[in-house]
């Protein structure tokens, strides 16, 4: 074995007995052997293992809660985004549902219960779609024809009184000083001044100025201004104009001196036509008219 | 296929072995890398720390080349340029007091030398020279803790030994 190797193996602290001697033969061993010993000295200082480890294991407990704290501050922000969230989603939802129509213009709405309402023109319907569930009311300004699906109570609020059924066709109209209902099937119960009145079908129920009037039988079976034609039984001349304005757009006047707005009339006229409107008006009151553009003005005779 | 029950070691006994296991030898290596004025304790501790906040993502069989790595990077960070230093352990007063001037002298003098060669050193020699000589451990261990074959580490430390030898003759 040569020396080389003796040394290689020295290092590696690999020497059997025999290479032991033959390295202590070895002309250099003194010198290796006082540079190894003076290499003692660069010794790294003593490492107690056991001490540093609970040095660490204590830092990791404090690392340990404050990283609890970080933990915390993510899910808080989270839970503020979803409480934002949820707060937008419930206000939005608990909203009520408000739809209107503008003149001469009708819509059809299905309410969460698949009851149907045309709303008609210039009209306007409020009500709850979340609560809807709970209680069937809605609230109603101007006219529209309902078909109620069965279920519970279904009521109409206007600001003339209450119409409320349990699951039936009827149309209300509610415009200035008329208060108009008509039942179409099923049974219907209007409530005016505290008085309940109960339609049966084809039952009219109408208060003009505050007066009860009395009309015959309804023969339809729905409002003819779902199919664009306003009719009008015993109803003031007046709210017969404003009818018109609202499915024309056009602004009539007349003078009231020579006109009696009051007069109960009774007739229809179509959506479709103006001059046939007019003439469906005017003629019966042996009246006549005068268009410039959107203005009307009606003359005697 | 052997299967390793434990994917991750994120267990704290299993962590306290593995702290037993490797603390010393990280800290020695680090000790005769960087020398004593970089706090190689400190180090060795932030690297454990280190590998527990991240248990969850290191295997077992790479959480020591994880914890190497991470404490050399700890001590590259604080002083890349910083001159290495190593602390003479206080050498205890001889108890021999028939010692000559003469050889007490050429004592000092030797020291110096040795001094002056293992700073010489490439850093790669000083490591695995002062782990073998100084921790007495042998080459397979040394190529475990350095992640280098055996064969390189035999080179390094015959070189290391080679030239402190030519070194402190020629001084």
């Known amino acids: 074995m040569n020396r080389e190797d003796l040394i290689q193996k020295w290092l590696d602290n690999n020497l059997n007995a025999n290479e032991l001697e033959a390295f202590k033969q070895l002309e250099d061993y003194d010198a290796l052997m006082k540079l190894s010993n003076g290499l003692a000295e660069f010794k790294a200082p003593e490492y107690n293992t056991s001490e540093e480890l609970d040095i660490v294991l204590s830092k990791l407990d404090t690392e340990n809660s404050t990283k609890s704290i970080n933990f915390f501050k993510p899910l808080m922000r989270i839970a503020a985004v979803l409480v934002i969230c949820f707060s937008a989603y419930y206000y939005t939802t608990t909203l009520d549902t408000k739809i209107n129509t503008d003149i001469a213009q009708k819509t059809s709405v299905f309410l969460p219960d698949q009851s149907e309402v045309q709303l008609n023109a210039e009209s306007s319907m409020t009500y709850n779609e979340n609560d809807w569930d709970e209680e069937r009311s809605l609230l109603l300004e101007g006219e529209a024809f309902f078909k109620v699906a069965k279920g519970e109570t279904f009521s109409v609020n206007t600001s003339a009184g209450i119409v409320s059924v349990l699951g039936t066709e009827f149309n209300v109209r509610q415009r200035n000083n008329i208060f108009e209902v008509i039942c179409y099937e099923g049974l219907v119960a209007v409530t005016y001044d505290n008085e309940k009145t109960k339609l049966y079908p084809g039952d009219t129920f109408l208060i003009v100025n505050g007066k009860r009037i009395v009309n015959e039988k309804e023969n339809n079976q729905q409002p003819t201004w779902i199919t664009n034609e306003s009719s009008f039984r015993s109803i003031p001349f007046s709210e017969v104009i404003a009818e018109l304005e609202r499915q024309y757009d056009v602004s009539v006047a007349f003078d009231q001196s020579l006109i009696d707005a009051e007069l109960l009339f009774t007739g229809r006229f179509t959506h479709n036509n103006l001059d046939i409107a007019l003439k469906s008006i005017t003629l019966p009151l042996n009246l006549g008219y005068q268009k410039t553009d959107n203005s009307i003005i009606l003359t005697r005779g | ?171």
Not at chain 2, 25 to 34: E, N, S
Request: charged share 30%; glycine share 2%; proline share 4%.
């Open chain 2, 1 to 171: 296929m052997p299967k390793d029950l434990h994917n991750n070691i994120c267990d704290k006994s299993l962590f306290e072995a593995f702290f037993k296991k490797h603390a010393k030898d990280l800290h020695d290596f680090l000790y005769y890398k960087f020398g004593a004025d970089l706090n190689p304790k400190d180090k060795v501790q932030d690297a454990f720390i280190k590998l527990w906040q991240n248990c969850g993502k290191v295997p077992p069989n790479k959480a020591k080349s994880f914890l190497f790595t991470t404490a050399n990077n700890l001590m590259l960070n604080e002083v890349a340029h910083q001159k290495v230093v190593l602390r003479h352990q206080k050498s205890q007063p001889k108890s021999i007091t028939h010692e000559s001037p003469e050889y007490a002298l050429r004592e000092k003098e030797f020291k110096q030398k040795l001094d002056t060669a293992i700073a010489n050193l490439t850093e790669a020699q000083r490591v695995a020279f002062l782990l073998n000589r100084v921790e007495g451990k042998r080459f397979k261990e040394i190529a475990e803790i350095l992640n280098i074959s055996t064969k390189a580490v035999e080179k390094r430390i015959y070189g290391a030994l080679k030239k402190l030898r030519e070194d402190i003759e020629g001084l």
